[in-house]
Nanobody, 117 residues
Framework: QVQLVESGGGLVQPGGSLRLSCAAS????????LGWYRQAPGKQRELVAA???????NYGDSVKGRFTISRDNAKNTVYLQMNSLKFEDTAVYYC???????????WGQGTQVTVSS
């Protein structure tokens, strides 16, 4: 059974930092493409950051230079370091794991990030 479990969300003031973690089980983690997406109320889910099996990264325009995605294949965990947080970063953040060659696509349950003063 595949599980992606996010943690690290919470309430933070503008300009602050948070680090999200996503622990995976039941998948071939090292072969998976991994990503963080977010969805704010009334908006579509959007890509925040992605990291390929080889380590190449891709970021949404709104978070470039502020967020960093990384992966630890030994721990089956993907991270999202979020710095200089803004009000508009408030959303539910979801972890995603893909194995396109097998047509597999998994999602975590989401973790709430609220940026508020």
């Amino acid at each position: 059974q595949v599980q992606l479990v996010e943690s690290g969300g919470g309430l933070v003031q503008p300009g602050g930092s948070l680090r999200l973690s996503c622990a995976a089980s039941g998948i071939i983690f090292s072969s998976s493409g991994l990503g963080w997406y977010r969805q704010a109320p009334g908006k579509q889910r959007e890509l925040v950051a992605a990291i390929a099996r080889g380590g190449n990264t891709n970021y949404g325009d709104s978070v470039k230079g502020r967020f960093t995605i990384s992966r630890d294949n030994a721990k089956n965990t993907v991270y999202l370091q979020m710095n200089s947080l803004k009000f508009e970063d408030t959303a539910v953040y979801y972890c995603n794991a893909k194995l396109p060659s097998f047509g597999l696509d998994y999602w975590g349950q989401g973790t709430q990030v609220t940026v508020s003063s």
